[in-house]
């Protein structure tokens, strides 16, 4: 009976009821075990077949087991100019994309304001601000990639890099789009 009551006395639960004069209620059934030194073994499937020697079993104690594993990090990302830059690597698409981006909805915008299509906005000065464009949003996209970092890694929510990458292939679709359409027609689709 000692034994319940030093357990009822560093049980906050039970704490609370001696308080209140109703600890004859707590039942040491409902008390937490507070055993120490429990052993316990963790491990996936994987690491079952391959099981070292040295992992704590119940004979074992815990002490005596070598360190854990340490978990691998994520791989790491190349930032090789190469592989930034290829065919299928994450710099093209999204460069365009963007670019795409702010293009279509400048264009669109010229034409409302000016009521000039594409053509007529490249030939008067368009190809400059082209070049600008292209070379500052070109600058930003890949400083972060050379640094290690993917748009995968950052992306959450709504604004995430699937979305911007969908939202990248649209605009360029719909740039050669408005450029076809306002050739066939002669002028500015707007």
Known sequence: MAAVSSVMLLNPATAIT?????????????????????????????????RDSSEPTPSKPLESAAPPKSIP???????????????????????????????????????????????????NGGVQWFIVTSALLTAASLIPLFKGVRAESESNGVFSSDAELW????????????????????????
């Open 73 to 123: 990090s994520k791989p790491k990302v190349s930032t090789n100019f190469g592989d930034i830059l290829a065919f299928s690597g994450p710099g093209p698409e999204r460069i365009n994309g963007r670019l795409a981006m702010i293009g279509f909805v400048t264009a669109i915008g010229v034409e409302l304001f000016n009521g000039q299509d594409v053509f007529a906005q490249i030939q």
């Open 18 to 50: 001696k308080r209140s004069g109703l600890n004859h209620f707590a039942v040491p059934s409902y008390l937490p075990s507070l055993k120490r030194n429990a052993i316990f073994r963790v491990s996936s499937m994987a690491e079952d077949k391959e």
């Open 167 to 190: 939202n990248g292939r649209f605009a360029m679709v719909g740039l050669v789009a408005l450029a076809f359409t306002e050739y066939v027609i002669g002028g500015a689709l707007v």
